[in-house]
């Protein structure tokens, strides 16, 4: 016997509900799984796609894409603190400046740098004195040739002989002042007193000759400020004189605190070569003399009271206790070793 099943009817609505329900499930199933979406970016929506294309973006949608992912970049980046730790350009160049400013400042205080500070010093020194004194004796000429030509006609022998009369003084002035400048580098100042009485005629003549034209009584009419015009010039060559030669042994006996001891260098080294006694074939005094061994105790007492560097130069002892050279150097000799008496030898400055 057989039993014929009967077909759905479409119709039915249990069936229809049953036929949609299977038609989404299948749906859904062919649908590709969803990938995740890159950090900084922005995804596409599905209804912007159609036929598997991007539907066309506006202007504006672009532009605020771009800010919203550039916003996600930036809170990534600001997070990070290394940017604040970086040296700016002002910074660098400000200490740039302040470690050459230290090193400047360390340099400046090397005995080898003071030493070449003292050069310049003495060098610039030296240069405007010599421009002063030449003016100064140049001035002078002018008013000796008054002077001397007594009045006579321009151009005539004496005339232009009178031209002569202040130079031949001058140089010779200008030679001792030189001398003088010689021996005071050399911590050894001129104190000779008939070289200051030759000085002091030059000077006085070049004086007197400037102003006898136009003193009181002489000129026919008086002018003060005339007078003092001419008296200038030997003023001051007179006091370039007497000052320069001072200036220049201070400068001899300044202490850079460079070595005292040790092999001669010819940069920092011992500046005075060898000393003998009297000049003669004889010893050099071993023990010094009740004079320097009072000059010895009186460089102690000083040493102990600050006033003289523990290892004194030769040029510095002269300066203070105002002895001679060779005195000067048995003391230093004494000081810097008292056991042994002074090198007859080599004796460093």
Same mark, same amino acid.
């Given at each position: 016997? /057989? ?35 890159? $950090? ?5 929506? $599905?209804?912007? !796609? ?12 672009? =532009? ?23 040296? #700016? ?24 740098? +003071? ?8 060098? *610039? ?15 002078? /000429? ?17 005339? !232009?002989?009178?031209?002569? !009369? ?7 002035? +200008? ?9 005071? #580098? *050399? ?12 000085? *002091? ?12 034209? @136009?003193?009181?009584?002489? $000129? ?10 001419? +008296? ?5 060559? @007179?006091?370039?004189? #007497? ?5 220049? &042994?201070?400068? $001899? ?21 060898? /000393? @003998? ?7 050099? *005094? ?5 004079? !320097? ?21 030769? @040029? =510095?002892?002269?300066? #203070? ?6 005195? &000067? ?18 004796? =460093?400055?």
């Amino acid at each position: 016997m /057989t039993t014929i099943t009967p077909s759905p009817d479409p119709g039915d609505p249990y069936i229809a509900d049953g036929l949609a329900a299977l038609q989404d499930h299948l749906t859904q199933a062919a649908r590709p799984a969803p990938t995740a979406t890159p $950090a900084g970016t922005v995804a596409v929506p $599905a209804d912007d !796609v159609v036929s598997g294309e991007p539907a066309p973006v506006s202007r504006r949608v672009r =532009r605020l894409r771009a800010e919203v992912a550039e916003a996600h970049q930036l809170a990534g980046l600001q997070e990070d603190d290394v940017p604040l730790l970086l040296d #700016t350009p002002k910074v660098r160049k400000r200490r740039r400046k302040a470690n050459e400013a230290a090193r400047l400042h360390a340099l400046s205080r090397e005995p080898a740098q +003071l030493a070449y500070s003292a050069a310049k010093a003495r060098r *610039r020194i030296n240069i405007g004195l010599t421009v002063a004194l030449v003016l100064a004796l140049g001035w002078s /000429t002018a008013g000796v040739q008054v002077f001397a030509s007594d009045g006579a006609d321009a151009w005539s022998p004496g005339w !232009v002989f009178a031209w002569f !009369v202040e130079p031949f003084m001058s140089i010779a002035l +200008l030679c001792f002042v030189a001398a003088r400048a010689f021996f005071g #580098t *050399r911590g050894q100042p001129v104190k000779d007193p008939v070289l200051d009485r030759v000085e *002091r005629l030059f000077l006085f003549l070049t004086l007197g000759m400037n102003a006898f034209p @136009y003193l009181p009584g002489v $000129a026919e009419e008086f002018s003060f400020p005339r007078l003092v015009l001419h +008296l200038l010039g030997p003023i001051v060559a @007179y006091a370039v004189v #007497t000052g320069w030669p001072r200036l220049l &042994a201070q400068f $001899a006996a300044l202490d850079h605190g460079l070595p005292t001891s040790g092999p001669a260098d010819p940069l920092t080294g011992p500046l005075t070569g060898l /000393t @003998y006694g009297a000049n003669t074939a004889g010893p050099v *005094r071993a023990t010094p003399s009740p004079e !320097v061994a009072r000059l010895i105790e009186r460089a102690r007492e000083l040493i102990a009271a600050g006033e003289l560097p523990q290892a004194p130069s030769a @040029y =510095r002892l002269q300066r #203070t206790l105002r002895c001679r050279m060779d005195d &000067a150097r048995m003391v230093r000799d004494h000081l810097s070793n008292p056991s042994s008496p002074p090198d007859p030898g080599m004796s =460093r400055p």
